[in-house]
């Protein structure tokens, strides 16, 4: 009796030795990363129709799951505020941007209400890490550590020279803030390239974290291809000569290729075709406007460049780590790609932009003709409400859980991400937070578009504001008004994703019912009239829109 009985317990020992790693195997919460680079447009990576070299994003896209339809907020901060609370920006504190407006929904900074990331998944067992950009609190008590994250680097506001720390030249005072948690960084001029001390920080804390028995979630928060254009001069000799065709040609290429990768539909191509007005004829400039047009774009591709070799490092540390098997990586932009021109609208930006286009130097921005190429096949830019400025590329990564090579249409938004990383991570959103009653999550979960496959549709509608520009997005159509205008334009964006035809005349009581929504969200987070709370100087030069040009 007592050798059967040590039998069965060595049998039963031997059954846990192999079901308990199976078990833990099934119920191991997976790590997570998510990439956001910044004023880049929807055809900059090469899965999306570029000539850029993105290899190691595109093999997340060959690899994952791309989205023809991902939103974002039209500008960094408000994009920020979202995504890393799952809230609409004005819920969140920050529907302006980092500054103070004098009422909550535009105080600057996260409202204890809307709790982020880091304060979320950190509850829930993860370690919690961020390398890049904060941009929704300057105060330190707003800063990374005091909002859930326990390790950070990266710049607090809204961007930084690539090359040092200097102030940057806004026309009021911008101070960079370079912290690592806590601690300011003062690093010492033409010593560092700023995409790549985000990068390798991103893969320290990685080697850091593995010490751990947890999972992660790493926040990489990439400045480039943001102004000013400034680049290893390595990377932009590799795209010397690739943009002397001009932009009319090159938009024309990307179109063609959009259409190749399923990204496009041959019709939204052709509703696509006519060019910018705003933009100039390539072949009608001079041959030194060419010279330093051309110039710009070799610099702007040799940033995203660098941030796609950073990408790279990363997935090589996490196959290092033999983590990539249980990793999530999602892929965005924070906004459009911009019309503004920095270096040549005053004085202030001339004094700073004292090198050639690419120098620690410069202060050059990509500018309109430009961002028109990056953000095809849309129309518009940075911080306005069209699709060039609210469209982002989508990509989702997971071997084994994400179908390669999968194209979905999606229309999905910021505010959804939240929701996806915590029912991923097995957790319940907590309805208070230190005292806090908090704001509920106003998204709805991706896991099932991204990991079943099935046909998703939203249901419930996206709502834009910003510096007056309002739009509402609900199934095939899209409202849309742009400051100062308060006239609304109708799209039927299932043919029409250039907004090339005005349908709201044809289409009364879909605009009725539309800005009826608009209303009713607009008063539930809180918007104001823009023309009562705009500031006496604005954040960045004007920039005409196209707004009623068709």
Same mark, same amino acid.
Request: proline residues 6%.
């Given at each position: ?36 680079? +910044? ?5 900059? @990576? ?74 979320? @998944? ?5 370690? !919690? ?34 090359? +040092?720390? $200097?102030?940057?030249?806004? #026309? ?25 001390? &985000? ?62 990768? #399923? ?22 400039? !001079? ?37 990539? +098997?249980? !990793? ?29 286009? #690419? ?64 029912? @991923? ?17 106003? #998204? ?37 008004? &742009? ?5 609304? $334009? ?61």
């Amino acid at each position: 009796m007592q050798h059967k009985t040590s039998f069965i317990i060595a049998l039963l020992a031997l059954f846990s030795s192999i079901i308990a790693p199976l078990v833990q195997a099934q119920t191991k919460k997976p790590n997570i990363i998510l990439i956001m680079v +910044d004023d880049m447009g929807y055809s900059d @990576l090469g899965a999306y129709g570029s000539e850029i070299q993105t290899p190691n994003i595109d093999k997340l896209a060959y690899e994952g799951l791309r989205l023809r339809e991902f939103y974002n907020n039209s500008i960094c901060a408000p994009t920020r505020a979202s995504l890393i609370t799952g809230q609409y920006p004005h819920k969140a504190g920050v529907g302006y941007f980092d500054v103070n407006l004098g009422i909550p929904p535009y105080q600057g900074y996260l409202n204890k209400e809307s709790l982020t990331f880091g304060e979320v @998944l950190r509850q829930a067992g993860y370690s !919690t890490l961020l390398s890049g950009k904060w941009h929704v609190g300057n105060d330190s008590l707003h800063w990374p550590k005091q909002r859930g994250f326990d390790r950070f680097f990266g710049v607090i506001g809204g961007g930084s020279n690539y090359f +040092d720390a $200097e102030p940057m030249p806004l #026309g009021r005072q911008y101070p960079v803030v370079i912290l690592e948690d806590n601690q300011r960084q003062k690093p010492k001029a033409n010593s560092y390239y700023f995409t790549d001390e &985000i990068t390798n920080h991103a893969v320290q804390f990685l080697d850091e974290q593995n010490k751990m028995d947890k999972p992660f979630f790493l926040y990489l928060a990439y400045t480039a291809p943001h102004w000013p254009l400034q680049a290893l001069p390595e990377d932009i000799a590799k795209y010397r000569g690739k943009y002397d065709t001009g932009w009319d040609a090159l938009r024309k290429e990307r179109l063609a290729r959009q259409v190749k990768l #399923g990204i496009i539909t041959q019709a939204q191509a052709d509703a696509a075709a006519a060019r910018d007005v705003e933009v100039p004829d390539w072949d009608n400039l !001079t041959f030194e406007e060419k010279q330093l047009w051309k110039a710009k774009m070799e610099v702007y591709a040799a940033m995203l460049d660098r941030a796609d070799q950073g990408v790279g490092k990363v997935l090589a540390k996490l196959k290092e780590l033999k983590k990539d +098997d249980n !990793t999530l990586i999602i892929f965005i932009s924070d906004n459009g790609a911009p019309a503004e021109d920095m270096a040549h609208r005053d004085k202030n930006h001339a004094g700073r932009n004292t090198g050639p286009v #690419g120098t620690a130097g410069s202060f050059e921005s990509q500018g309109k003709p430009w961002s028109y190429v990056s953000n095809t096949p849309f129309r518009s830019f940075k911080s306005f409400a069209y699709e060039g400025g609210i469209s982002s590329p989508f990509i989702a990564w997971f071997p084994g859980k994400i179908k390669a090579g999968s194209i979905a249409k999606g229309t999905a938004h910021l505010i959804d991400l939240a929701p996806t990383f915590y029912e @991923l991570a097995g957790l319940k959103y907590p309805s208070t937070y230190n005292g806090v009653s908090t704001n509920a999550l106003q #998204g709805k979960s991706l896991s099932n578009l991204l990991f079943k496959t099935e046909a998703w549709e939203r249901g419930e509608p996206i709502f834009w504001e910003r510096a007056g520009n309002r739009a509402v997005r609900q199934g095939k159509w899209k409202l849309v008004s &742009i400051y100062p205008s308060y006239r609304w $334009e109708l799209y039927d964006l299932e043919k029409d994703r250039a907004e090339a035809q005005n349908v709201a005349s044809q289409n009364l009581l879909v605009v009725d019912a539309l800005s009826k929504l608009y209303f009713q969200w607009a008063q539930q987070n809180g918007v104001v009239d823009y023309d009562k709370i705009k500031p006496a100087q604005p954040l960045l030069p004007p920039a005409r829109s196209t707004a009623g040009t068709n």
